[in-house]
C-alpha cells in the first residue's frame, strides 16, 4: 500500500490488516527487552499507536499526547511501536517524561511485517493507530498516509469511550 512521507512516495510490504481481521501472530521487545507475544497484548481492550521513529516531531508529540489520555481510560491497555530499539525508547521517555505509554519496540521488524505496514526502504512501520480487542479483532484502524501528519487523536479516543460503554 502507498504511503508518503513529505510527498515522496513510499510502499508497505503488503496490504495492512482492516477492521475484522484478527490480530496476526508476532513477538514484539517491551522496554525491559523482553519478548512479548501478540496475546499477551490482549488482556483488556487493546490501543495501538505506530509511530516510524519515536526520535522525530511528530512520533513524539502524538506519543505524548496519547499518554496524556491514558489515566482517562483505566480499562484499556496503551502501547505505542516502532522500530526504535528497547533502549532508545527508554531514553526517549525519561527525557520526554512518558510513563504511562507502555512502549514496544518492532526493531526486528516482525510486527510491521505480520500487519502489511513494514517500509523496507527506510526500514520503518508506517503511521497507524488501532483498538483491537479482547478476542483479538481489530476493531478500529486509522491508517495516516502521509507519515509526517498526526492520527485524528479525537476520532480513536471517542470510539474507545464508545466501547467502554457497551
Not at 18 to 31: E, H, K, N, R, S
Not at 82 to 100: F, G, I
Not at 127 to 145: A, F, N
Request: net charge negative.
Amino acid at each position: 500500500m502507498e504511503f508518503t512521507k513529505k510527498g515522496t512516495q513510499l510502499e508497505t510490504n503488503g496490504n495492512p490488516l482492516q477492521v475484522g481481521d484478527q490480530l496476526p501472530a508476532f513477538t514484539i521487545l517491551d522496554a525491559q527487552n523482553e519478548t512479548i507475544s501478540s496475546n499477551q497484548l490482549l488482556n483488556n481492550l487493546t490501543f495501538i499507536s505506530v509511530v516510524p521513529n519515536i526520535n522525530t516531531p511528530v512520533c513524539s508529540l502524538s506519543t505524548r499526547k496519547f499518554n496524556e489520555q491514558v489515566a482517562e481510560f483505566p480499562t484499556v491497555d496503551f502501547y505505542t511501536i516502532s522500530t526504535n530499539t528497547p533502549a532508545e525508547q527508554k531514553e526517549w521517555c525519561a527525557l520526554s517524561d512518558v510513563t504511562a505509554m507502555h512502549m514496544l519496540s518492532d526493531e526486528k521488524f516482525e510486527f510491521g511485517k505480520q500487519m502489511g505496514l513494514f517500509i523496507a526502504d527506510n526500514q520503518i512501520d508506517a503511521r497507524s493507530v488501532w483498538v483491537i480487542d479482547t478476542d483479538g479483532k481489530i476493531i478500529y484502524r486509522e491508517l495516516v498516509r502521509e507519515l509526517s501528519n498526526e492520527p485524528n487523536y479525537q476520532a480513536v479516543l471517542n470510539f474507545i469511550k464508545k466501547q467502554i460503554k457497551k
